[in-house]
Every structure is written in C-alpha cells, then in structure tokens.
T-cell receptor
Framework: AQSVTQLGSHVSVSEGALVLLRCNYS??????LFWYVQYPNQGLQLLLK??????LVKGINGFEAEFKKSETSFHLTKPSAHMSDAAEYFC??????????????FGTGTLLAVQP | DAGVTQSPTHLIKTRGQQVTLRCSPK?????VSWYQQALGQGPQFIFQ???????QRGNFPDRFSGHQFPNYSSELNVNALLLGDSALYLC??????????????FGEGSRLTVL
C-alpha cells in the first residue's frame, strides 16, 4: 500500500524567508510524487511532479522539490516566500505504471501562512 | 482550452436525500476520477471512470455511484445522504494513453452541505 505523511499541519514563515514543507512517502513500488496547491474555495493546482527522471524537480511559482529515495522524502522548498504563497499544500503519491493513470493518495495537507 | 468544469458549485441537501454532481473533463482527456475532501483533510479517492466503466474504487460505500458518458463527462451520485457526506467533491481528469505521468487536472469542486 502507498501512503504519504506531511509533517506539520500549519507552517508560518515571514515574507522573504525560506519555505520548507515536509513530505515522506511509503511505497512498495517506484512512486510518482506530486505537490498540489489549493487556494481558498478552489480546486487543486499542480505545482510539480517527480516521475523517475531528475531527482530535483522544479515547478511553478519558484517552488522545487527533491526526491530522496534513501530518506523516502519529497520535501517542497522555495527560497523566498511571497504573500501570494499563502495556501494549503498537498503532497501525493501514485504508482508508476509507465504512463497509465492511477489514483493519487494525498497527505492531510500543510497550511502555509506568510507573515508580512 | 477549457479545463475541468464541475456543477453545481454549492448545494444544500437534507439527510436521506440524493444528490447528483456533474463533471466535464479537460479537453482531450478520457479518464475522470472523483475525490471527496472533508474539511481540514486531504482529498480521498472515491472512484475512477474510463471507457464508461468504473476502473478503480476507493473505500466508499455503495451509496456512492457514478457514470461516464460517451463524451467522457461524468456524474457522481450519492444516495441516502448522511451528515458525514458534507464535503468538497472534486473531479479530476487525465489521459489514460500516451505519455502521461499520472498527473491529474482538478476542477474547483462542488461543495455539498448535508443538514
């Protein structure tokens, strides 16, 4: 079975500070890993994805994440937080079926607050 | 290029009633998945439809059913509503074939309140 654990349901940073949102996964097969962002009263938007290519993945809005198999982690970072980054962030895992669509297993989310 | 569209955006029902939610996938996509997101939680997989058949199902009771039409649009039906069914219901579309990497495109959701 696959699962995702997001450490820290709430994270608060100052504008301009480093953003670090933690995600650890469990998977018995090579995983696909994703970070999605959800703004209030909206659906989920894909930030970035890991699909067994480069371990350092760059996404939209200056975010990036590094796949570390030895640590079973896929933490999300951004060097400098902006007020517009305030949102809820979800890490998700799915099985690598070589292209076939599969269900995503989501973590419980991390609510990011950015202080002026 | 239209993204995933869902309707209605908000609705209120009472316990025991039935509800139907609708979803049109992103242009070119052939697979629709439904998720339930309770307040303060991550989305939970309900089921997935491809070629008008349910292909995968999560841990949800039979009160939750769905359908996919020839144009790839989909409906989610919930019977005998319970208070615990109150949630944001998200539809996501994807492409089963080709070089996709499992990425899902989400709609903005239908928020169901059961009183």
């Amino acid at each position: 079975a696959q699962s995702v654990t997001q450490l820290g349901s709430h994270v608060s940073v100052s504008e301009g500070a480093l953003v670090l949102l933690r995600c650890n996964y469990s998977s018995s097969v090579p995983p696909y890993l994703f970070w999605y962002v959800q703004y209030p009263n909206q659906g989920l938007q894909l930030l970035l994805k890991y699909t067994s290519a480069a371990t350092l993945v760059k996404g939209i809005n200056g975010f990036e994440a590094e796949f570390k198999k030895s640590e079973t982690s896929f933490h999300l970072t951004k060097p400098s937080a902006h007020m517009s980054d305030a949102a809820e962030y979800f890490c998700a895992v799915s099985r690598n079926y070589g292209g076939a669509t599969n269900k995503l297993i989501f973590g419980t989310g991390t609510l990011l607050a950015v202080q002026p | 290029d239209a993204g995933v569209t869902q309707s209605p955006t908000h609705l209120i029902k009472t316990r025991g009633q039935q509800v139907t939610l609708r979803c049109s996938p992103k242009s070119g996509h052939d697979t629709v998945s439904w998720y339930q997101q309770a307040l303060g939680q991550g989305p939970q997989f309900i089921f997935q439809y491809y070629e008008e058949e349910e292909r995968q199902r999560g841990n949800f009771p039979d009160r939750f059913s769905g359908h996919q039409f020839p144009n790839y649009s989909s409906e989610l039906n919930v019977n005998a509503l319970l208070l615990g069914d109150s949630a944001l219901y998200l539809c996501a579309s994807s492409l089963a074939r080709g070089t996709n990497t499992g990425e899902l495109f989400f709609g903005e959701g239908s928020r169901l309140t059961v009183l």
